[in-house]
């Protein structure tokens, strides 16, 4: 079974530029949520999809970042316009909804760097 | 204050050693807790939930005193490929919602 994958894997770009991350979960996976590392910190929460629907979006720093989940398959999060305190390594994580365990399998993240 | 507290260590320790770490968390309504590890610029990946009760996988024991609101690893005869960043993890009660609370890891390595 694949896993949890995530497009692109770096990308480096200047600041006030856009960029877009996709995240692709595990077939069947209902929840989606999205995670970022930045330098010298913790993983920390960013929001949480059930299907295409936001469940919690708490931890979006501001309004240049959006998150989508059309038909609730994979998401985007864009990035716009970006700044130099954005970079970090953003994780993708899903669950399966029922499950016992509620294990968040993590994708590779993608590494961005604003310049 | 941290959510989650962890002693970053790094932690140097000859192979065959016993190591542990330990973890502190500041929400005393947390329900689940766990361990992740996470190799150098990889993904991570979960070792072990921790129980009440204490639970024990091979060579890793985990703990947990709510009371103390404290979380704990235990790594016997350690092994090479154990060097690692261990984090610990607390689910934040948000209802209908699963936001996982990162420490800041501990980072081991294990020398020959």
């Known amino acids: 079974e694949a896993g949890v994958t995530q497009f692109p894997s770096h990308s480096v770009i200047e600041k006030g530029q856009t960029v877009t991350l996709r995240c692709d979960p595990i077939s069947g996976h209902d929840n989606l949520y999205w995670y970022r590392r930045v330098m010298g910190k913790e993983i920390k929460f960013l929001l949480h999809f059930v299907k295409e629907s936001k469940q919690d979006e708490s931890g979006m720093p501001n309004n240049r970042f959006l998150a989508e989940r059309t038909g609730g398959t994979y998401s985007t999060l864009k990035v716009q316009p970006a700044e130099l305190e954005d970079s970090g390594v953003y994780f993708c994580a899903s669950s399966q909804r029922e499950r016992g365990e509620l294990e968040q399998f993590f994708g590779p993240g993608t590494r961005l760097t604003v310049l | 204050r941290k959510e989650v507290e962890q002693d970053p260590g790094p932690f140097n320790v000859p192979e065959g050693a016993t190591v542990a770490f330990n973890c502190t968390y500041s929400?005393?309504?947390?329900?689940?807790f766990f361990w992740y590890r996470q190799d150098c610029r990889k993904e991570p990946k979960l070792l072990m939930s921790?129980?009440?009760s204490g639970n024990e996988d091979g060579r890793f024991t985990a703990q947990l005193n709510r009371a103390s609101q404290y979380i704990s690893l235990l790594i016997r005869d350690s092994k090479l490929s154990d060097s690692a960043t261990y984090l610990c993890v607390v689910n934040e009660p948000v209802q209908g919602a699963q936001k996982l609370v990162f420490g800041q890891g501990t980072r081991l390595t294990i020398n020959p």
């Open positions: 929400n005393s309504a947390s329900q689940s």
């Open positions: 921790v129980y009440s």
